[in-house]
């Protein structure tokens, strides 16, 4: 754990942070990603070291990204705007040959990220394509069942020429064979005077 200045030392050390502000790097302020951990988190209360920008109470954080994974530090705790970033490393740095574990685990890790991120395009790619698919049958079905709905109503309008002409037909032949009869009848009344008038001569 590192050394915190006393309380009381804090004013008189503001000029020290703010040479070390001016002198700092930019990577400086890019705070690793971080983990919870239950034993090491929240404000430092061993000391009133605050952050150079905020100049407000520092913050208890363990790296979660790359080869400072799992490293403690103490930094800004400042969660909007501008972080001031690392203030102090409370672990030193990994050994190499762990530094380089961390590095293939994290590559590892991003590139089966980059694999789900591909598979996804690539899915996404195929719904979209079923998609269209899908739009083409729905109006290919769409335009059969106006073409089965049109060839019902012209067989309809068949049949129903059909019945109407079979109908007439059907009123042609009564008639004829109304006239008939009646023609019949009046030749049967003719015949029935001519065998009475050749009655009535004898």
């Known amino acids: 754990m590192p050394s915190w200045p006393n309380s009381n030392e804090t004013s008189d050390d503001d000029?020290?942070?703010?040479?070390?502000?001016?002198?700092?790097?930019?990577?400086?302020?890019?705070?690793?990603?971080?983990?919870?951990?239950?034993?090491?988190?929240g404000l430092v209360i061993e000391s009133?070291?605050?952050?150079?920008?905020?100049?407000?109470?520092?913050?208890?954080?363990?790296?979660?990204?790359?080869?400072?994974?799992?490293?403690?530090f103490i930094g800004c705790a400042t969660e909007d705007g501008v972080n001031c970033g690392v203030l102090e490393w409370v672990d030193a740095p990994w050994p190499v040959i762990l530094q380089r574990c961390l590095t293939k685990l994290w590559d590892m890790y991003h590139e089966q990220n980059l694999g789900r991120a591909q598979d996804n395009e690539a899915h996404g790619t195929e719904v979209a394509k079923l998609h269209k698919e899908l739009d083409s049958l729905a109006n290919q079905y769409s335009q059969l069942v106006d073409d089965v709905s049109k060839l019902f109503d012209y067989q309809d309008g068949i049949k129903s020429h059909d019945m109407d002409c079979t109908s007439q037909a059907i009123n042609e032949l009564k008639e004829k064979k109304r006239r008939l009869e009646e023609q019949a009848k009046i030749e049967l009344q003719m015949e029935k005077l001519k065998l009475k008038k050749e009655q009535s001569h004898c």
């Open 48 to 72: 009133d070291r605050r952050c150079i920008l905020h100049r407000q109470r520092a913050g208890k954080f363990v790296a979660f990204e790359g080869t400072d994974t799992g490293r403690r």
């Open 15 to 41: 000029d020290e942070f703010m040479s070390e502000f001016s002198s700092m790097q930019m990577e400086y302020f890019q705070t690793p990603e971080t983990v919870i951990d239950p034993s090491f988190c």
